[in-house]
């Protein structure tokens, strides 16, 4: 296990206003394009978790994924354009952290902000590849997770070898609002409208469209 550690000494971590006891759900992707499927689960994440604010963590690059993203500034301000509800902020905390891996950036965080109930979003399509995720175990160990099903997705991400592995800490969908502040690991399923929209089908669409132009 990696030991994840702070931003060095004099460089300042900005993060958006968090006071103990709010329940903060954290949503991290390249938001390449950003798009309404981000917003819509983020709004239904507020609802049936009971969640005072979302963070969308624009990440500068993902491991797991062959192609670099956009440039990290153009992404960062189409997302604020996108995320229209005042409940939701846009950080590039990644980027100061320097972290590369998701579990190194939780730890971190839930370090950092003490005291407010954290929350992983996260798609069963993500959900389905979760295993292959470095130390996804820890990140289950960091803070309770909320998963969203996605079109196409809710049977292979059920089927998962992380799924199987944390089956015996999953809450019922109906007790969704107790995640945040819960023991961990935790996690719940999450069923609601189904976005089928993506950004690297959204990608695609444009690459098409400038090459006819």
């Known amino acids: 296990m990696d030991n994840a550690a702070d931003p060095a000494p004099g460089s300042a971590l900005r993060l958006p206003l968090a ?30 978790l009971r969640l005072d ?4 963590l624009v990440t500068p690059g ?9 440039a990290l500034a153009r992404r960062l301000a189409a997302a604020e354009a996108m995320a229209s509800d005042p409940r939701i902020t846009v950080t590039a905390v990644e980027a100061s952290l320097r972290t590369r891996y998701t579990a190194d950036t939780l ?27 470095r130390h996804w175990r820890q ?24 799924a199987h592995a944390l089956a015996r800490f999953r809450l019922d969908e109906a007790d969704a609002a107790l995640l945040p502040g819960h023991a961990t690991p935790a996690w719940v399923f999450l069923h609601g409208p189904r976005v089928a929209m993506s950004s690297t089908a959204l990608r695609a669409g444009s690459m098409k469209e400038s090459a006819r132009s």
């Open 139 to 162: 990140i289950a160990e960091t803070m309770p997770i909320a998963v969203y099903d996605r079109p196409g997705s809710t049977f292979r991400a059920m089927a998962s070898p992380a």
């Open 53 to 56: 604010a979302v963070w969308w």
């Open 62 to 70: 993902n491991p797991l994924k062959d192609h670099a993203p956009g």
């Open 19 to 48: 006071l103990p006891g709010q329940r903060i759900g954290l949503f991290g992707g390249s938001f390449d394009p950003p798009h309404k499927g981000h917003l819509t689960l983020s709004l239904m994440a507020i609802r049936r």
């Open 107 to 133: 730890t971190i965080l839930a370090r950092r902000l003490a005291g407010v109930k954290l929350v992983w979003l996260m798609g069963a399509d993500n959900l389905s590849q979760f295993h292959r995720w």
